[in-house]
């Protein structure tokens, strides 16, 4: 049984380690933790084993402790790194390379230049099997992940038809559980967002995309606002909605006056973590003008990466087939029957 190792136990960190350690084909060796808090009860509380910096083991003598991070890389086939964006780097410098451990990295980390994580960014619509045999693959961010399952399908029906696409992100200030972070009253924007080029990464550098990015003042998911320009007339909005019918973690929703109803509802049905782990297409917000499709969508910013890491790590622990994979994922996320929910419950009136 091939043995995963998560570095890092924060939103992202967590949810992967609850959700995967109900694979049967792998074991949890545990998490890694670098600060001796409230979560390192959690994660021995839920039946993991903590693991801390070598360096750091007398801060952690309140808690039972299994062994040094070094220890449980030494064990492990996998790492799935969690850490804050750019300690991923650091963390394959100075552990993973040296220990020749093969690891997933998260959405804030980079791709080429000085301190590119992998050569490869992954979106299970797009290229699930190029992860196959790869040492080192970067788990687009949420943003990236979410915009291929837009993108993907146009391309694969309209091809040469489409001219542009131009989308507005704005993202979340900060995430529900993350008590650290002050959401500050302002709009703030950013210069050259990562987002373009790690889209490209994927899509074809030669996709005319155009993206521009604002952080707004809410915990509660992106809303990405996409113009797809066609070579003339635009298709019917119907026709576009249609196309989102059955593709794994779109659902396609009405009557949502905002994000924080899709995250109360998801609530009130107790899904894990209040996540949806999708996508939502606002069909009502979604409207054509002669040439140009202007959509509307929902990004469910820390639920969405979750099952694609364990689409990921299925791709390079076991080079599964790419249906086989997704079937695999279904038994532990319930997307087909969480997006019937949510399409039942924001349906059309
Ligand atoms: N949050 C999102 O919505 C979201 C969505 C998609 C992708 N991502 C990406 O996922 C990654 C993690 O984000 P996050 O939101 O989960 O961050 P987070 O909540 O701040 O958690 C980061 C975790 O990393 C741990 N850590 C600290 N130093 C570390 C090290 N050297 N190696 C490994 N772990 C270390 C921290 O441990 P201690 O708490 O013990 O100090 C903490 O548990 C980032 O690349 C981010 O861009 C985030």
Known sequence: MKK?????????????TQFIADDRDIEVLGVGKYSPDEKVSDAISRGFHVYVPKAKVDAFKNYKISGTIEDALSKCDLVIDAAPGGVGYQ????????????????????????????????????????????????????NVTGMGRILQPLKEKYGKRLKRFDATLLRR????EDSKAQVKDSIEWTRRPHHNEDVKSYMGADTPLFIRAF????????????????????????????????????ATL????????????????????????MIHIHADMTEVQDDIVKMTYSDDQ???????????????????????AFKHTEELFHMEEKKKLLQEHFAKK
């Not at 990295?105 to 992954?122: P, R």
């Open 173 to 176: 200030w900060a995430d529900l």
């Open 91 to 142: 963390n394959k410098k100075s552990y993973y390379e040296p220990k020749n451990v093969s690891a997933i990295f998260q959405g804030g980390e980079k791709i080429g230049g000085d301190e590119s994580v992998a050569s490869l960014i992954f979106n299970s619509r797009v290229n699930y099997e190029k992860a196959f045999g790869a040492k080192y693959v970067m788990q687009g961010s949420c």
């Open 302 to 324: 820390t639920g969405i990466v979750v099952p694609e890491n364990h689409l990921l790590m299925q791709a390079m622990l076991f080079n599964r087939k790419r249906e086989d």
């Open 4 to 16: 995963v190792f998560v570095n890092g136990y924060g939103s992202i960190g967590s949810r992967i």
């Open 215 to 250: 952080k707004v003042p809410t915990r509660q998911m992106h809303v990405h606002l996409m113009d797809i320009r066609f070579d003339g007339p635009a298709p019917s909005s119907q026709e576009i909605i249609d196309l989102y019918k059955n593709e794994y973690g779109v």
């Open 254 to 277: 009405y009557n949502v006056k905002g994000t924080k109803d899709i995250r109360d509802y998801a609530e009130s049905i107790k899904f894990n973590f209040k996540d949806t782990n």
